[in-house]
């Protein structure tokens, strides 16, 4: 799910949700009073405890100043993974890869 905000005067300018099992993911980019851009990035599970039914989350925000570093520590951590995963040495059945091409995620479009 995706969609785009910014003609409202609201501080979410841009979402995007991924389902992953029980859990979904959420990247937001908010502004803020300054306008400024920031993400947060969400991670939402549904937990069912005594009967009831409730939603866990998790939040991390992410400020323009750190961006790039964050970026690029993902980009790293991302390519070990791969690189680890093409080694056979670890279980890789409980998912799989998309083969879908996607256009690489950019901070500097912020």
């Known amino acids: 799910m995706e969609f785009d905000k910014r ?8 979402s995007k949700a991924i389902k992953a099992g029980k859990r979904t ?3 937001d980019i908010k502004t803020t009073k300054g306008n400024e851009l920031y993400l947060t990035l969400t991670e939402s599970k549904k937990v069912i405890e005594d009967g009831r039914e409730y939603f866990q989350k998790h939040k991390l925000f992410l400020y323009k100043e750190d961006f790039q570093k964050f970026k690029e520590g993902l980009d790293e ?4 993974l791969n690189e680890l995963n093409e080694t056979g040495d670890f279980r890789t059945d ?6 879908k091409t996607e256009p690489p995620f950019t901070f500097e479009s912020l």
């Open 7 to 14: 003609n409202d005067r609201n501080d979410e300018v841009f």
């Open 25 to 27: 993911y959420f990247f």
């Open 77 to 80: 951590v991302m390519e070990k």
């Open 94 to 99: 409980s998912y799989t890869r998309s083969d």
